[in-house]
């Protein structure tokens, strides 16, 4: 299909594709500064998606000048919506090009609704979700806070409820165990959990994934509450960042201080892994985790935000 002229294949990519989707990323995060494509898509494009997902490459010129990753969800579920995020060239902006892959996301998704992550918040992006008829509906803050120097007032050691114990993961053997409590812990959030053990094992597979730094509460022998924690590589003049990668608790353990407890313990052995700084995202509405890490000495740095389109 074309719009304004200009291909736009929706399929599989190839390895060409893919390296030039990566390319294209890498190009946009350093002319915006903040990356324009999640965690979770840039896997899709390394390491090929699932059947709920689709690629669509805009060429120019015969490279990759716009790239948009959509996941479709079920196929029998009609009425959920669809979601995905997309990336032009800079070398390639202000020529329709990202009006051309929303049009075709939008004409695609037939009738369902479309929600779309504009990440950094960027005015340019402000400006298309409005004029392609889309509202913001959902807010995700990157929020972070020094570790080198004089800790945090608020940040003390960590106090666990009676009877919980803390240890580290076990690759190969804590996969369905971590699987269960991330369901249960993130039944309501749209993408953390849905996790399958795909994703997981994504994971563990990246040269970042360390087991030594995901920690994972017991009571009884069973887990109920987990820290996952993450160390991002030094990007051109920017350190190394660690980042508290994903809390959760056991709905039937919350309101114990165990989730203060198990963030605690994964941002000491990020300071005593020399870092200086930590990061997290949490949702804007999400008042409790935003005030604890507020608590905890932590700063809003940045905002994405979710566009949808009815």
């Known amino acids: ?96 090009f990202g009006t051309a892959l929303v049009t075709t996301l939008i004409e695609g998704a037939g009738g369902r609704g479309l929600r779309l992550w504009a990440h950094g918040d960027l005015p340019a992006a402000a400006a298309l979700a409005r004029s392609a008829g889309f509202t913001r509906v959902r807010a995700l803050w990157q929020m972070r806070m020094p570790l080198a120097g004089p800790a945090p007032a608020a940040v003390g050691s960590p106090v666990f409820p009676a009877g919980v114990t803390v240890r580290t993961f076990r690759p190969g053997e804590d996969e369905e165990d971590w699987l269960a409590v991330n369901r249960r812990a993130f039944a309501h959030h749209p993408e953390q959990g849905s996790w399958t053990r795909q994703d997981l094992e994504l994971r563990e597979a990246e040269p970042w994934f360390d087991p030594a730094g995901f920690f994972l509460a017991e009571r009884d022998g069973r887990v109920i509450g987990f820290h996952w924690t993450k160390v991002h590589p030094a990007e051109g003049d920017a350190p190394p960042i660690g980042e508290v990668y994903v809390v959760g608790v056991d709905p039937g353990q919350q309101g114990g201080g165990l989730g203060r407890a198990l963030t605690l313990v994964g941002v000491a052995h990020l300071r005593d892994r020399g870092l200086g700084q930590v990061m997290l995202y949490v949702d804007e509405d999400n008042t409790p985790a935003v005030q604890m890490y507020t608590d905890l000495g932590f700063r809003r740095w940045h905002v994405d935000v979710m566009y949808r389109h009815p």
């Open 1 to 96: 299909m074309t719009r304004l002229g200009t291909p736009i294949a929706e399929g599989s990519l190839s390895s060409g594709q893919a390296a030039q989707v990566l390319e294209l990323a890498e190009a946009a995060r350093q002319a915006d500064g903040v990356a324009p494509l999640s965690e979770h898509a840039l896997l899709h494009v390394r390491h090929g998606g699932t059947e709920q997902a689709r690629d669509l490459a805009l060429t120019a010129d015969g490279t990759v000048a716009g790239y948009a990753h959509i996941d479709t969800g079920e196929s029998d579920d009609t009425d959920a919506d669809m979601s995905g995020e997309l990336a032009v060239h800079p070398a390639c902006r202000r020529r329709g």
